[in-house]
């Protein structure tokens, strides 16, 4: 029946039945749809029709919520005091302006803020699900949100159910409905027939749902649901999407809190002070508050969360996404990187270059990568006769024990499956076989698909002659299975290969006798006594960058482990190449890891000293990540199976892969490459470690500038002086030099030389003795410089009013100069050029320019009692100002000098703890 006559039947809702109580015939004729998939027009005209396949976006939150959050912090109650005081003193100026900088704070917060959370939800957005989906009788991939009903769909064990499915086949399927029914066990899957209606969503074995995870084997299925119509969508709007904050974010909101405790107890003392001395109650309680406002590092959290916004977008222009924002500070501590080897470190295009077959002996392949000539050479001479059909033999059963594709017209270039797959049907095409005539031919009957665990592929089909078994796997899973007296030699034959970084696969058949029935299991008690057709030997070239990567990790004093499933000579020999490793000491497999099982002490010793794991299971990734962490490492884990999963969990920072990963990894992973290359991680790393220098900068200088005033206040009142700032200047003075220059501060561009020096330890506090250092310094000279200033105006005979103008002009120009002393802990501020932070230099001379205005604008300046200065006075200012540069400068020299001498080994040869 023409599928346009179906459409308005079902367009109707209420005659959508209850997928899960139809077959799979009926489902597929409600629906207008065939075996063949549907048309590229129709698949349109439905995709306008229903919509695309996705769930509307959750709900952003408001700016308004955003600026209500912001107002939840001790510094805003602090300002709100101070507005009452002031009414209650009567100066509506002082309680406007005091309302005008809560404002200001609370905007820059709120913007800030939402810019950050904006790019997040972009980021979120940036890794999409693909599908495999069947479209005028071809295997596409396509973006999951055009998947229509009606549509036939191809899953393999790791993807994303992308929306709910009829199956229509089937083999070995389990799922993972954790996410939409609770059930932590995989659910076993069938195509069978009609379920009673009154199924329960967790037993209709013939449904798949949006949103859960093929956990195991393969799938054929039918959209029958797309969007928010399918059962996960449904429930979607009751789920709350939680956004957890990152650790360091809470420590610094903490550290806030720690701070505003000690500026209370100063602030108690400076009013027990200055009320001994006869000040009035409101005017003293006053000024304590302004003293506590510019001590409290109001503006940290929002830098801190700029500064992980930043390095966010850095690194996803460096192909990695942050999927969780912890995972940034998590980088810059990061001490030991294990990776894949297939794929992360090789490009993961195989090529066959080598064949052995039983009785002809060793055969050499031509044609590089994708090309599809070749020739088939023995000692030099092309193939021919029997040793030509034995190769032909071996490629039979390599294209039918194989689930990858590729249009002949168009080159392997097109292809799509496994790369192992992939490589032997090009493999096969080179033989001069047509794999599209040989599977229509001889159709499957059932199927093992490959995985990591078992190391083989098998598949059952029907020839002319009868049934066959074709398997492909791991040499030493498949040759012991096989008949005959050579396992021995042909084992060596693979050790042989592994050696020179082949990566060998075996392959076998087997004649066995006719099942008749039309859906059966698979006959796991034949596979034995199979006849080995042959071995083959793969290249996967190293990816271009891998090798120097692996350099700059060393210099970073980032250890390097490669985790694979292949071969440990195979593995040992790219280690080598890369310079990973060195000798087969080096290298563990994951048998000497399940004989150590009851020893967790000897395996974090071991683990801590190998550099190679081979033939590890993905189970045992989980093992590694445990005993590096025991050994005191922060632990970056590759993964991109299903199974992978537990251990992307427990490392520190899970890395999964964008291109060739599956979604199930993806899920469990802190970080997304998009270009699946080791060399994104050590980018990470690097971005990792400039946020998290750029944080410390913050803090040093809302710290320091905080600590100057205190002191220049505490000294002041402490003589005897008056009271050398008002309120109202305080908090002029805290706006116009923190208000902005704190969160431009967390844009500055990486300093080079960070991969140069060995990780922090994840141990370290962030005010360490460096800090503690700075701050002291920078903050007793200018609190003391600015005492002296005020005091000596004061012992000149000027009236409070206009020494605490020009302290007030002091004070604005010493912090601004001081900005520049915080671009780098190490480095001269005059080797930090101004293009790598623009926003800060504008900032600064923003902030600058409106207080130097301020003291012109009537109004304004009345209220921060301020009038100009005199070109004279500027000429003394600037030095003063400027001389916190020199003595940051010397400090920064000297300590070079002694880190010179003490003349610590090269990072290079540093190990991590
Ligand atoms: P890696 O860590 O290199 O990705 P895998 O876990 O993917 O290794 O594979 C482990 C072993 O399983 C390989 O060395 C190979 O012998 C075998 N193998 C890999 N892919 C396939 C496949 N598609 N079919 C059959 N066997 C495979
Ligand atoms: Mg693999």
């Known amino acids: ?256 809190h720690v701070l505003g405790a000690v500026a209370l107890a100063l602030v108690a003392g400076v009013i027990a002070v200055q009320l001994l001395q006869g000040h009035s109650l409101q005017a003293t309680f006053l000024v304590a508050i302004a003293l506590a406002v510019s001590i409290i590092p109001e503006g940290l959290p929002v830098a801190v969360t700029v500064a992980l916004s930043v390095a966010t977008r850095h690194m996803a222009r460096r192909h990695v996404i942050v999927r969780h924002l912890p995972a940034v500070e998590g980088l810059g501590a990061c001490t030991v990187i294990a990776t894949d080897k297939t794929g992360t470190l090789t490009v993961n295009q195989l090529t066959a270059k080598r064949v052995w077959l039983p009785d002809e002996g060793l055969v050499a392949v031509g044609g590089e990568g994708f090309s599809l000539d070749a020739a088939f050479t023995k000692d030099g001479v092309p193939l021919e006769g029997s040793a030509y059909e034995a190769l032909a033999s071996l490629g039979v059963s390599s294209a039918l024990c194989n689930d990858a594709t590729f249009d002949p017209t168009l080159g392997a270039q097109s292809g799509s499956g496994d790369t192992v797959d992939l490589a032997f049907l090009v493999l096969a095409v080179k033989a001069s076989l047509d794999p599209g005539r040989l599977r229509r031919h001889t159709p499957r009957l059932a199927e093992i698909p490959f995985s990591a665990e078992r190391k083989f592929a098998a598949t059952l089909n029907r020839h002319g002659d009868g049934h066959r078994l074709h398997v492909k796997g791991a040499a030493e899973v498949i ?75 060393r210099r970073a004093g980032v250890a390097v482990k490669m985790v694979t499933g292949d071969h440990p000579s195979t593995a040992l020999a ?143 009142v402490g003589t005897g002086l008056p009271v050398p700032l008002t309120a109202i200047q305080l908090l002029w003075l805290n706006l116009v030099t923190n208000g902005g220059q704190d969160v431009a501060l967390a844009f500055e561009r990486r300093e080079p030389g960070l991969l140069d020096q060995p990780p922090r330890s994840p141990k370290e506090p962030i005010f360490d003795r460096l800090m503690i250092r700075q701050v002291a310094i920078s903050g007793i000279y200018t609190g003391l410089v600015a005492y002296v200033f005020f005091a000596w105006l004061i012992g000149q005979g000027m009236g409070a009013f206009e020494a605490r103008n020009l302290l007030l002009f002091l004070m604005v120009a010493f912090e601004n100069v001081h900005v520049f002393n915080c671009r780098s802990e ?37 209220v921060l009692q301020m009038q100009p200065i005199s070109l004279g006075m500027w000429l003394i200012l600037v030095p003063i100002a400027g001389s916190v540069l020199v003595v940051m400068e010397i400090d920064k020299l000297l300590r070079r000098l002694s880190s010179q001498r003490t003349s610590a080994p090269p990072a290079a040869a540093r190990t991590p703890p």
Not at 184 to 194: F, G, H, R, Y
Not at 578 to 595: K, N, Q, W
Not at 827 to 837: D, L, V
């Open 1 to 256: 029946m023409d599928s346009d006559l179906r459409e308005p039947e079902e367009d109707r809702a209420s005659d959508r039945p209850s997928w899960h109580a139809v077959s799979a015939v009926e489902a597929l004729s409600r629906l207008g749809a065939s075996a063949a998939g549907l048309s590229k027009e129709e698949a349109a005209k439905r995709l306008r029709r229903h919509g695309p396949n996705a769930l509307p976006e959750p709900a952003r939150r408001t700016i308004l919520a955003i600026v209500f959050g912001q107002l939840k912090s001790p510094l805003i109650y602090l300002l709100i005091a101070a507005a009452v005081v002031s009414l209650w003193l009567g100066e509506i100026d002082d309680a406007g302006f005091i309302l005008l900088v809560l404002a200001i704070n609370t905007t820059i917060g709120a913007v800030q803020e939402w810019r950050a959370e904006t790019h997040t939800a972009a980021l979120r957005s940036a890794i999409q699900t693909t599908s495999r989906v069947l479209r005028g009788g071809r295997v596409k991939r396509i973006d999951a949100s055009q998947l229509v009903p009606g549509d036939i769909v191809h899953l393999e064990a790791g993807e994303r159910i992308p929306a709910d499915l009829r199956l229509l086949q089937a083999a070995e399927l389990q799922t993972d409905e954790s996410s939409l029914t609770g059930e932590s066990l995989p659910v076993d899957k069938a195509a069978s027939d009609a379920l009673p209606e009154d199924t329960p969503l967790a037993d209709r074995m013939t449904m798949l749902f949006a949103g859960t995870m093929v956990q195991r084997g393969r799938a054929e299925g039918l959209v029958v649901e797309t969007g928010s119509r399918t059962q996960f969508g449904r429930i979607a709007q009751t789920l709350e999407v939680s956004s957890a904050e990152p650790p360091l974010t809470r420590r610094m909101a903490r550290f806030s």
């Open 479 to 553: 040759v012991p299975l096989c008949r005959g007296n050579r396992h021995r030699e042909a084992l060596e034959i693979a050790e042989g290969m592994a050696g020179d970084g082949y990566r060998v696969l075996a392959v076998a058949t087997k004649r066995i006798a006719p099942v008749f029935s039309h859906e059966q299991p698979f006959p796991d008690q034949e596979l034995c006594g199979l006849t080995l057709l042959g071995l083959v030997g793969f290249i996967d070239p190293l990816r271009p960058e891998a090798r120097e990567a692996v350099a700059q990790c």
């Open 574 to 716: 790219i280690a080598r190449d890369l310079g990973i490793a060195e000798r087969s000491e080096d290298v563990l497999t994951g048998r000497d890891l399940a004989a150590l099982a009851f020893e967790p002490h000897c395996i974090a010793a071991l683990a801590a000293k190998a550099s190679v794991f081979a033939r590890v299971e993905p189970a045992q990734k989980v093992e590694i990540v445990d005993a590096l962490q025991a050994a005191g490492h922060v632990v970056a884990m590759t993964g991109d199976g299903v199974n992978d999963a537990p251990a992307l969990h427990r490392a520190d920072l899970g890395v999964a892969m964008g291109r060739g990963g599956t979604d199930v990894a993806r899920d469990a992973a802190d970080l997304v490459l998009t270009d699946d290359n080791f060399a994104s991680i050590v980018a990470g790393v690097e971005e990792g470690r400039a946020a998290y220098a750029n944080i410390r900068k913050v803090i040093y200088l809302l710290i320091s500038t905080g600590a100057a005033e205190v002191v220049m206040f505490l000294l002041a």
């Open 826 to 862: 190490q480095r001269s501020a005059f080797a930090t050029p101004f293009r790598n932070n623009w926003p800060l230099v504008a900032a600064v001379v923003g902030a600058q320019s409106v207080h130097i205005a301020a003291a012109f604008l009537p109004g304004v300046r009345d």
